[in-house]
């Protein structure tokens, strides 16, 4: 993919007719009625009797204005809405719904697995029963590795959910051993790892305190995804998992490099640290590791600086096509992001999506 | 190419090592156990002195955590612990593209050194002791 055709054609290409797979699309985070008919008579004395209800992440509020697109409102209240504002217009074959939720940021283990089991069930009830172009993430509880096996060893053969979703700064750096039941399991049975930015708060997102505004905490969502990287390799998850595909969304792109070049250079010199690495990081790192296209920090050259950033981090199969929908980043949804390479649109917009996730049948 | 006497055997003992300057290049001498090795003595990333680098065992791992030494002799540059194999001058890390080169040591008796292809700049010969000699 390193050599392509410079020269852009001045026309907009249009999504529609791509046969796009958009691999992060978020519904509205159910709320305790959209839970209760999913949770345990335990769990449904529980979730009014302690008031839980509205399960947003404090560094992602989802009512806030600058956050959404006003031409999205109310387009993913339902699968319906999703169909006009979003699935239809762009003609998607396929639109992985990511739920990114207090459900994994409960401190509670038995309340965190009951609340992504229920949002499980959910979101397979009434969204993706209700239209074939949906998929989805499943959401396992960090907090508690056996249930989170269990989970998806539940969804094994519901292939509709192609990927567990762990949060770029969650329980503790997303290598650690407690885990590697998870990522067994995941692999075990052909799901992708979805490492999607946000925190649940259990330390704080910088490394010297509490950010103050939602514009520092979104800087940190890019460096948590490099931590992720440097941690699933450094640890051996990568190694130990060859064929598990690592899905950096909503993150951003141009990280991979600066995280590549440091990860080779101290590899080179402290491979005894973590003899297991035995190939240098690029390699690892290109085989594995993608990234969802929205936002997009794109040099701001155009295309072709685009592709000399993807030569510098691989190439440009580790890009999947994605909107983020319905949070806004400007830009006409419809058309081919401008900084990307047309001649990439192909690979970007489907293949790529369909040799990242064992389980996507389209 | 020539065969060059370096030092008496007993200036180089086991766990030792010197930098010797021949013919206009520098070279790393090392007595690793009583087994001889020489290398250039720059290391190809920034330049180190690699005689003044450790030599170990190679440390290999299947899985996270299983630590396992595979004897094979390997030297760290002292600078950024880049690896080389002691025998080759093979890099570990970029073995395509980084390796310094490594040359013939061996000991050999004080006895014929006079004659022969030897040369010898410094060193009085003594029938009755071990030297060691580098192919260049």
Request: proline share 7%.
């Amino acid at each position: 993919m390193s050599t392509l055709t410079i020269d852009q054609p001045k026309q907009d290409l249009r999504i529609a007719g791509l046969g796009a797979v958009d691999c992060d699309v978020h519904p509205r985070l159910p709320m305790r009625a959209d839970l209760m008919p999913y949770l345990s008579d335990y769990w449904q004395d529980m979730f009014p009797y302690r008031a839980i209800d509205r399960m947003e992440l404090v560094g992602y509020p989802v009512g806030t204005q600058p956050f959404n697109r006003p031409d999205c409102e109310g387009g993913n209240k339902d699968v319906s809405a999703l169909a006009k504002a979003h699935l239809d217009p762009l003609d998607l074959s396929g639109a992985i719904l990511n739920v990114v939720s207090g459900a994994q940021g409960f401190y509670d283990p038995y309340l965190q697995a009951a609340a992504c089991e229920a949002t499980n069930r959910w979101i397979a009830a009434e969204w993706l029963d209700r239209d074939p172009r949906l998929r989805a993430s499943l959401l396992v509880p960090f907090r508690h590795p056996e249930a989170a096996v269990e989970e998806i060893r539940r969804y094994r053969d519901d292939k509709r959910f192609v990927q567990v979703l762990a949060m770029g700064m969650g329980e503790e750096p997303l290598g650690r051993r407690t885990f590697w039941p998870i990522y067994d399991a995941a692999v075990e049975n052909g799901f992708s790892l979805c490492v999607h930015g946000g925190s649940v708060f259990r330390h704080a997102p910088t490394q010297s305190g509490w950010p103050s505004s939602l514009t520092e905490e979104m800087v940190h969502w890019s460096q948590a995804a490099a931590n992720s990287v440097a941690s699933l390799l450094s640890e051996g998850v990568l190694t130990r998992h060859p064929e598990l595909k690592v899905v950096m969304a909503e993150s951003g792109v141009s990280w991979l490099f600066a995280t590549i070049w440091r990860l080779c250079k101290e590899w080179r010199g402290i491979r005894l640290e973590v003899p297991w690495l035995k190939e240098s990081p690029e390699i690892v790192i290109e085989r594995q590791i993608r990234m969802t296209t929205a936002p997009l920090d794109a040099p701001p050259g155009g295309p072709e600086e685009m592709a000399a950033l993807m030569a510098c981090t691989g190439s440009s199969d580790q890009l999947l096509f994605a909107t983020d929908f319905p949070h806004d980043h400007g830009g006409d949804l419809g058309v081919w992001p401008k900084e990307l390479p047309q001649d990439w649109a192909a690979d970007v917009a489907r293949n790529n999506v369909i040799a990242t996730y064992p389980r996507l049948e389209l | 190419m020539g065969k060059h006497v370096i030092c008496r055997l007993e200036e180089l003992p086991p766990g030792s090592s010197r930098r010797v300057d021949i013919e206009g290049r520098e070279i790393a001498v090392f007595n690793d156990e009583g087994r001889l090795a020489a290398l250039g003595n720059r290391c190809p990333h920034e330049g180190a002195e690699l005689c003044h680098g450790l030599i170990r065992q190679f440390f290999a791992a299947e899985g996270a955590g299983e630590y396992e030494g595979t004897g094979k002799r390997m030297l760290r540059c002292p600078w950024h612990g880049w690896e080389f194999d002691l025998s080759t001058g093979q890099s570990y890390v970029d073995p395509a593209r980084v390796r310094v080169r490594a040359f013939d040591v061996d000991v050999a008796p004080g006895e014929g050194l006079s004659e022969g292809p030897y040369k010898i700049d410094v060193y009085q010969i003594a029938t009755e002791e071990d030297y060691v000699v580098l192919t260049i």
